[in-house]
């Protein structure tokens, strides 16, 4: 009969590009003493952050069976990451739709039986040991080489883990008796059992949250005449206007000097916003394609009046359902929200506890405010959103959002 064992695996993996140079790192920890049983860490070239981090736990897992190779049904696994994607799909609370993400998500899951491995989203700072290891992997493989674990310092950085409880490795009853299929939807979040209950009299503290300063590009030569200017246009340049707005901008958060990382939207309005504020802070900027604006078709810099000329019924049906995509093969405000939330959930994990300068688009802003806010769709038509204005949502560990600014041109003027 098989001796019960019980590990905690904590996974990760990065990207210097998204997609670019990549590396995970996973440690096997007995949670009984916080003792790191195994380590493994690898340099895969180029790739994304979540191939990555699919990587770091398939790493995982088999590490944690490889140590018990008599265990059988009898090991319980319990994994924590730092990724929400990762972690909600192999839950089968979200649908795998990447065509990437599905073998992987497959492997991970033909490793050990599904009862056996339960998941769990913790924030960055508590990945510390697991993101060392991917970090040092990415190193190597800059200079040429790969991973030695002889090397690696990682578990210097790492706390001890917490003794384990029953609860920690017990499976969800939802994952263990449901057979329907997983959703895309955001599962509600958990009280912990004894856990205050949050709001006016009584919020615990959740310690500092993911902050995300949500900042438009300067202007264009498009934007005063109010035309369409989406991500399969002409990509036009700051004007001369958009470039004194983008430096005022830099100048405001050099004043604050709260910003800690600087994300853009490729689009080269974005990318010329974010290089000011950037020179200005010394900050690298890191391109996510997922903040770029809508896709507008043949829309595309033409005026409103001008598409209500020659597409009216298009412009008709888009005004009325977000599902509905402008004319010639655009992207719906469903389609945008889908890859706005996604990158919404992959920042707050990378970011939690820092604050981080988004630069993109009117759509992507409004996106983040309406979700956090819980708002339908409609309340994208409902906001005003400036050229070179600064919105800001904080994201706090309970997975709750606070709006904490819309629409400040208070540092233009």
């Not at 009325?320 to 959930?345: I, L, M, Q, Y």
Request: proline share 7%; net charge negative.
């Amino acid at each position: 009969m098989s001796v019960a064992r019980q590990v905690v695996v904590e996974a990760d993996g990065g990207s210097r590009g998204n997609p670019g140079p990549a590396g995970y790192g996973a440690v096997v920890i007995d949670p009984a003493t916080g003792e790191a049983l195994a380590e493994a860490a690898e340099y895969i070239g180029v790739a994304t952050n979540n191939v990555a981090e699919y990587r770091g736990l398939i790493a995982g897992l088999t590490a944690a069976k490889a140590l018990f190779p008599d265990a059988g049904d009898a090991l319980r696994v319990h994994v924590r990451m730092d990724s929400k994607l990762v972690v909600e799909q192999m839950s089968g609370r979200w649908k795998i739709k990447h065509p990437d993400m599905k073998p992987l998500a497959a492997r991970a899951a033909a490793i050990l039986p599904p009862a056996s491995v339960t998941y769990e989203w913790i924030p960055r700072a508590q990945n510390k040991h697991a993101d060392r290891l991917a970090n040092e992997a990415m190193d190597a493989g800059r200079d040429g080489r790969q991973w030695e674990a002889s090397a690696s310092t990682a578990a210097l950085d790492a706390p001890a883990a917490a003794p384990a409880t029953d609860a920690l490795f017990s499976l969800p009853e939802e994952t263990a008796e449901s057979g329907g299929e997983p959703t895309d939807a955001h599962p509600a979040p958990q009280q912990a059992a004894g856990t205050p209950r949050t709001g006016w009299g009584a919020a615990p503290d959740l310690g500092a949250p993911a902050t995300l300063v949500l900042l438009r590009h300067g202007e264009t030569a498009l934007t005063p005449e109010k035309r369409f200017s989406g991500s399969g246009g002409s990509d036009p340049e700051l004007s001369a206007v958009g470039r004194g707005q983008a430096e005022r901008a830099a100048e405001h958060f050099a004043a604050l000097g709260t910003v800690q990382e600087i994300v853009s939207s490729p689009l080269r309005r974005c990318r010329e916003t974010a290089a000011a504020v950037a020179a200005r802070l010394g900050l690298d900027v890191r391109i996510d394609e997922s903040l770029r604006e809508t896709d507008f078709g043949a829309w595309e810099g033409l005026t409103f009046g001008e598409v209500r000329e020659r597409y009216g019924d298009d412009l008709t049906a888009w005004l009325a359902s977000p599902d509905t995509a402008p004319t010639g093969g655009g992207e719906s405000f469903t389609e945008v929200a889908e890859r706005v939330a996604a990158a919404r959930d992959r920042l707050v994990a990378r970011y939690a506890g820092r604050t981080v300068l988004l630069v993109t688009h009117v759509t992507p802003i409004k996106t983040f405010v309406r979700l956090a806010l819980g708002a339908p769709p409609e309340a994208l038509f409902r906001m005003e959103l400036s050229p070179a204005s600064i919105s800001t949502v904080a994201y706090y560990g309970d997975g709750n959002a606070s709006v904490r600014l819309l629409n400040d041109t208070s540092h233009l003027r």
